[in-house]
């Protein structure tokens, strides 16, 4: 890659790092947001799984945002909606902390919340997909793996910031601090820093691929998405099936498993989030190694051999001996940590 391809990337990543804290920040403070923005009257497992709503609605917006903001990328330039998705992420942010709680507003709170939150991933949605294909424009095949796996690793060192933002918030001040409006701090900071991300990205260039379809007055008149779907139905309904599982995976055990423990392992905040920060970092350094193989010998080959391992994985009886140890010896610790408590 050349200079000019690794500052692209480098300004691509740093967007995408940013935008993707200020989406899963919300989830580090799920216990906090559903005290103070539903009303205290309401069972606390109700306000969870309203809170937990909330975030999931973010996700189902993603699609359509997706949809909305790729037409764009494929007629207007990538440049321009990779400037668009960053900040339409930074407003909803920037807005979340300041939002009234449901004290001083009731349900327009939640309601509030929730269209925040609607906007979110409409953003994200545009994001993830356009960086992406952004950086692979501008890669071109020279590294393709790597450059892409780079990105993606620092698109996921956007939940390893937030952890961290979590930690810290924990460390400097009391849970009762915390609840009355430093929570706010992570959103707004957020939400400052992807205006920051705005004014860089208006200095990307535009990728060559895309100029050159527009000098050849090669972009489509059709409607991209009923391009896509027609000319590639197969690779659409095997990328959407693929990346379900691998979106499932993620939120799951790195975004719900660490209030999960907290809530039903009585395990502390502290524990819980040390240990996402290690299971975030290895997911990107696992995303690296990836890349690499797929460059040396060729992506269809790293994604079966990927596949075949999970399988062997599954069937090892040694392994599935070794869960169920763990599962029982989390059991007696926790067991043992509530008759201490008692």
Partial sequence: MTNSDIRNLALAAVGGTLEFYEFVIFIFFTPIIAKLFFPPDLPEWVRQAQTFGIFAAGYLARPLGGMVLAHFG???????????????????????????????????????????RLTQGAALGGEIPGAWVFVAEHARGRRLGLAISLLTSAIIA????????????DLAFAPEQIARGAWRIPFLLGGSLGFGAVLLRRSLAETAIFEEMRQRAALSRELPLHVVIRDHTKAVIASILSTCVLISGLVVILLMTPALLQRSFG???????????????GLGFGNVLVGVAADRFSLRRVALANSRNDEEIAADPVIASQLRASIEAMTEYVTARQRHSS
């Fill in 267 to 281: 395990l502390s905040a502290h524990q819980t989030q040390w240990a996402n920060l290690a299971g975030t970092a």
């Fill in 158 to 169: 956007g939940l390893f910031l937030g952890s961290l933002t979590a930690i810290g918030l």
């Fill in 74 to 116: 494929d007629t207007r330039g990538r440049k321009r909606v990779f400037t668009w998705s960053v900040l339409l992420m930074a407003i909803p942010t920037l807005t979340i902390g300041l939002l009234p709680t449901y004290a001083s507003a009731g349900n327009f709170a939640p309601l509030l919340l929730l269209l925040m």
